[in-house]
């Protein structure tokens, strides 16, 4: 399996950017796909995940500002970015985990793409 992730690139404070990902085989067919994030000497961290029956969880740091959903037809999973501040500047992508918020038996991640917020 092979996932994609496109849509990134430079906005100003106050923002919004698309996210998708493009997964080789129908996202439905995974327990979890996440969102993930990880900015120039910082860890990785999860901003969000989308479940076969189409729930969402949220990090505290983006919940009321992003949103996930999955076309099933076009096998993409999105990540919707509002209201972006400069803290939000990271490379994005996408992964094929087990849960949500880990311990992670299976992390099938993609190649990033890299969003910028300007202040």
């Known amino acids: 399996v092979q996932l994609q992730a496109s849509g990134g690139g430079v906005t100003e404070t106050g923002g919004s950017l698309r996210l998708s990902c493009v997964i080789s085989?129908?996202?439905?067919?995974?327990?979890?796909i996440g969102w993930f994030r990880q900015a120039p000497g910082n860890e990785r961290e999860g901003v969000s995940c989308i479940y076969p029956d189409d729930s969402t969880d949220y990090s505290g740091s983006v919940k009321g500002r992003f949103s996930t959903s999955r076309d099933n037809v076009k096998n993409t999973v999105y990540l919707q970015m509002n209201s972006l501040k400069p803290e939000d500047t990271a490379i994005y992508y996408c992964?094929?985990?087990?849960?949500?918020?880990?311990?992670?038996?299976?992390?099938?991640r993609g190649r990033g793409t890299l969003v910028t917020v300007s202040s």
């Open positions: 992964a094929i985990v087990n849960r949500c918020w880990g311990p992670y038996d299976k992390f099938i």
């Open positions: 085989k129908a996202p439905s067919d995974y327990h979890v």
